[in-house]
Nanobody, 119 residues
């Protein structure tokens, strides 16, 4: 199996920055895309940003001028640098990846990390 462990969430004032990290572990042969999603109270989970194994990225329009996704393939880790944070960025942020393990392809989710932006 594959596990994702997120870190880096917390409380920050509007205009501040945070960096989220997510490390994948397990019997991993290869990780394809990795990404970040978020879910605010009372709202559906939404895409924040994704990154392919080759480094191609896709960001939601609401964050693409403020957030940047990157990954370290050697460490099976994906990062989300969040700058100029706004109160509306407050949400639980979930890491996601598509991974190949022996004989299987898995879609895996982390447990989530809370980001709270105060005004």
């Amino acid at each position: 199996q594959v596990q994702l462990v997120e870190s880096g969430g917390g409380l920050v004032q509007a205009g501040g920055s945070l960096r989220l990290s997510c490390a994948a572990s397990g019997s991993i042969l290869r990780i394809n895309h990795m990404g970040w999603y978020r879910q605010a109270p009372g709202k559906r989970r939404e895409l924040v940003a994704t990154i392919t194994s080759a480094g191609g990225t896709n960001c939601a329009d609401s964050v693409k001028d403020r957030f940047a996704i990157s990954r370290d393939n050697a460490k099976n880790t994906v990062y989300l640098q969040m700058n100029s944070l706004k109160p509306e960025d407050t949400a639980v942020y979930y890491c996601n990846c598509n991974a190949f393990i022996p004989h299987r392809n898995l879609e895996v989710w982390g447990q989530g990390t809370l980001v709270t932006v105060s005004s």
